[in-house]
């Protein structure tokens, strides 16, 4: 995988992330990348913070290729004061729902900026990417490809423990036929095997999936595929955890690399 060309980056303006609040939807907020020119086939990506609450720096980094890629960035801004435990997509003492705040982003962006929204591609980082794969399994008519990065625990594929851990008891239909129509991409660092303070960690989920970043990604990764869901893992010399550091080793570029292929291979025709 490469990068894009340098003289292309050069060339091709780079917009500064709009901040924009929904009408009448109170604390729902997000950051807008709107390219010059959408491809004719151009899909949302919704970049999602951690717990710094970085959408900021999402937005910005991303929006630096929207020109290129032709695609919106949005990146929803899940204050802590109203969406504390917005990783777990609906949080149980949460006066909103997450889900339903993001509907209402993209809703929203829709109508300001003219572009469909039907369906969207989903990253995250860290706490960004937890609420990626649980959006993406409670909502897989919507979403069509989550690439997670560097999320500190998952929801594994399988019904024998409650929701977030596993899917029993999950705030929503789990319509698994319509999962296998999508695409779960893990990225995560090679260094990432810090057990620090925003690490969730119990018996039950370091039994089911260690004890680190790095080992959790490789166990969802083969759980995922082993209950027949489509997906790559992604490790990346170097990086432990921090966002910056990722940026600085090339995940903006990976991440279009991995939409991008997963575009084309749909795009082939049946032979």
Not at 4 to 19: D, G, N, R
Request: charge should be positive; charged fraction near 20%; glycine fraction near 8%.
């Amino acid at each position: 995988m490469s990068a894009l060309p340098l003289s292309l980056l050069m060339a091709t303006p780079i917009h500064l992330p709009q901040f924009l609040t929904v009408p009448d939807a109170k604390g729902t907020q997000y950051y807008a990348v709107i390219p010059d020119t959408l491809r004719k086939d151009a899909v949302p990506l919704v970049v999602v913070h951690g717990i710094s609450r970085n959408a900021a720096e999402l937005a910005l980094r991303f929006g630096e290729l929207a020109q290129a890629e032709g695609a919106p960035i949005i990146a929803p801004l899940f204050e802590r004061a109203t969406f504390g435990m917005y990783q777990q997509v609906r949080d149980p003492a949460g006066a909103r729902s997450c889900d339903e705040a993001l509907s209402d982003i993209l809703a929203d962006a829709a109508r300001r900026f003219g572009f469909d929204a039907a369906h969207v591609d989903l990253f995250g980082f860290s706490g960004g990417a937890q609420f990626a794969h649980r959006y993406a399994m409670l909502h897989p008519a919507r979403a069509r490809h989550c690439i997670a990065a560097a999320a500190g625990w998952y929801t594994m594929p399988d019904p024998a423990t409650a929701w977030p851990l596993r899917l029993a008891d999950a705030p929503g239909p789990i319509d698994r036929t319509a999962l296998t129509q999508l695409r779960f991409d893990v990225i995560v660092g090679a260094l990432d095997r810090q057990q620090d303070k925003a690490l969730r960690r119990s018996p039950d989920i370091d039994k089911a999936q260690g004890t680190h970043r790095l080992q959790r990604a490789r166990r969802w990764h083969r759980a995922m595929r082993k209950a027949g869901f489509r997906g790559s893992l992604t490790i990346i010399p170097g990086l432990s955890h921090a966002f910056g550091d990722a940026v600085h080793l090339g995940i903006v570029p990976l991440v279009f690399h991995l939409l991008a292929k997963h575009r084309a291979q749909r795009e082939e025709p049946v032979t």
